[in-house]
C-alpha cells in the first residue's frame, strides 16, 4: 500500500557530505515515522534516524552531530543529510515508513525502500 523510492547514494571522499531523499507514495497515513536504516556486508541491519510527523527524532549514537534528519509533509519526503562522511558510514541505506496508531504506538505493517548504496572512501 505504501511505495518508497531512495535517490542521491553515490561515492564520496571522507569528510565530504552527501544528501538522501525518500519520496513515499500510496496509502499513506498523516501519523507516521519516516526514517532511515542501513546495512553493510556482513553486518546486521541498524537504525540510523527516524522522524515522526509530530517532529520527534531519533539518532544512532554512530551519526550524532553529523547526519540530520527531515521531511517535508507536503511532497511526503524525508531527508537525510549526511556532513564529515566517514569509510564507516558505507552501507546500503534504506527508507523506512510506518503508520502511528492511537496512543502513539508504531502499528500496521513497516515498509521499506529498496535501498541506495552509499560508498565512502578513505
Known amino acids: 500500500q505504501v511505495q518508497l523510492v531512495e535517490s542521491g547514494g553515490g561515492l564520496e571522499q571522507a569528510g565530504e557530505s552527501l544528501r538522501l531523499s525518500c519520496t513515499a507514495s500510496?496509502?499513506?497515513?498523516?501519523?507516521?515515522?519516516m526514517g532511515w536504516y542501513r546495512q553493510a556486508p556482513g553486518k546486521q541491519r541498524e537504525l540510523v534516524a527516524t522522524?515522526?510527523?509530530?517532529?520527534?527524532?531519533n539518532y544512532a549514537d554512530s551519526v550524532k552531530g553529523r547526519f540530520t534528519i527531515s521531511r517535508d509533509n507536503a511532497k511526503n519526503t524525508v531527508y537525510l543529510q549526511m556532513n564529515s562522511l566517514k569509510p564507516e558510514d558505507t552501507a546500503v541505506y534504506y527508507c523506512?515508513?510506518?503508520?502511528?496508531?492511537?496512543?502513539?504506538?508504531?502499528?500496521?505493517?513497516?515498509?521499506w525502500g529498496q535501498g541506495t548504496q552509499v560508498t565512502v572512501s578513505s
Open positions: 523506512y515508513y510506518r503508520r502511528i496508531a492511537w496512543g502513539g504506538i508504531l502499528a500496521g505493517q513497516g515498509y
Open positions: 500510496g496509502s499513506i497515513s498523516s501519523l507516521n515515522a
Open positions: 522522524l515522526t510527523s509530530e517532529g520527534t527524532t
